[in-house]
């Protein structure tokens, strides 16, 4: 059975080199926090077009990619939710992706999506917008490096709270 939707720290995320063949499936994305969604997308594969944000933020062709760039390492935690658009949840809609994408784009509110979305959350005053000016440059490689490291720290912290 394949599932409709999961959650991924963005650290996590990060350090994935190819999509899983059971990740092909998802075609609708979210950059998220704990409380604030911050973008709703959709592609084919959602798994390839996350990375593209993610390279693009850095060529500054991608605002949800700028935004984990300008927030960079508090980005670390940020998750990645993907969706399928033929799970349940979206069967009155007739598994249409666009309309898919819309149900969640009208749910959540996001941050950074202006299509379909006359009412977008407010971005939280602790995070940089994805307009200010880059302070710090990084490549790609050094954010999933990092993201490696983070993952390391938390799997110790985790073997520590529960060893």
């Not at 077009?49 to 935004?67: A, C, N, P, T």
């Not at 658009?85 to 598994?95: D, M, V, Y």
């Amino acid at each position: 059975m394949r599932l409709s939707s999961f959650t991924l720290p963005l650290r996590r995320f990060l350090v994935v080199e190819s999509c899983p063949a059971e990740w092909q499936h998802f075609d609708l994305y979210l950059f998220r926090d704990e409380a604030t969604v911050f973008y709703v997308g959709q592609s084919h594969t959602a798994f390839n077009r996350v990375w593209s944000h993610i390279y693009d933020g850095w060529k500054g062709r991608s605002l949800v990619g700028r935004f984990v760039l300008m927030n960079w390492p508090a980005a670390l935690h940020f998750a990645v939710e993907l969706h399928h658009s033929q799970a349940e949840r979206f069967s009155p809609l007739g598994h249409d992706l666009n309309l898919a994408e819309q149900l969640l784009i009208g749910e959540y509110c996001p941050c950074l999506n202006e299509t379909h979305n006359p009412n977008p959350t407010p971005l939280p005053a602790h995070y940089n917008p994805p307009t200010v000016r880059v302070r710090h440059p990084r490549n790609p490689r050094a954010m999933v490096r990092e993201a490696g490291l983070a993952n390391q720290q938390a799997e110790r912290g985790n073997a520590e709270k529960w060893g």
